[in-house]
């Protein structure tokens, strides 16, 4: 069974940055792509980006795309996302999934990942 760890989570001002890691052990040969998705207080769990897992290519939520960068590294069965220029509207839990071509989670989650940002 495939669990999924996230990490690299903490306070931070806005402005800032921050890496998380999402550790995959399980079997990722049928996997076609990993995303990350977050839930702010109040809302429903969204979309922020997502990669390819064989070819690399990427997509990411209007809100984030010119400061999130997704990348995984097949190797280390390890998605990641570097956020930068974070802003208080990103404060949440982060939480990382396998997802089909209709970015439909496939898996159980993980317990996340705090993200806080202070203005």
């Known amino acids: 069974q495939v669990q999924l760890v996230e990490s690299g989570g903490g306070l931070v001002q806005a402005g800032g940055s921050l890496r998380l890691s999402c550790a995959i052990s399980?079997?990722?040969?049928?996997?076609?792509?990993m995303a990350w998705f977050r839930q702010i207080p109040g809302k429903d769990r969204e979309f922020v980006a997502r990669v390819l897992w064989k070819y690399g290519s990427t997509r990411y939520t209007d809100s984030v795309k010119t400061r999130f960068t997704i990348s995984r590294d097949n190797a280390k069965n390890t998605a990641y996302l570097q956020m930068n220029r974070l802003k208080p509207e990103d404060t949440g839990v982060y939480y990382c999934?396998?997802?089909?071509?209709?970015?439909?989670?496939?898996?159980?989650w993980g317990q996340g990942t705090q993200v806080t940002v202070s203005p």
């Open positions: 399980g079997p990722t040969d049928t996997v076609n792509g």
């Open positions: 999934n396998a997802v089909d071509s209709s970015l439909t989670p496939l898996w159980s």
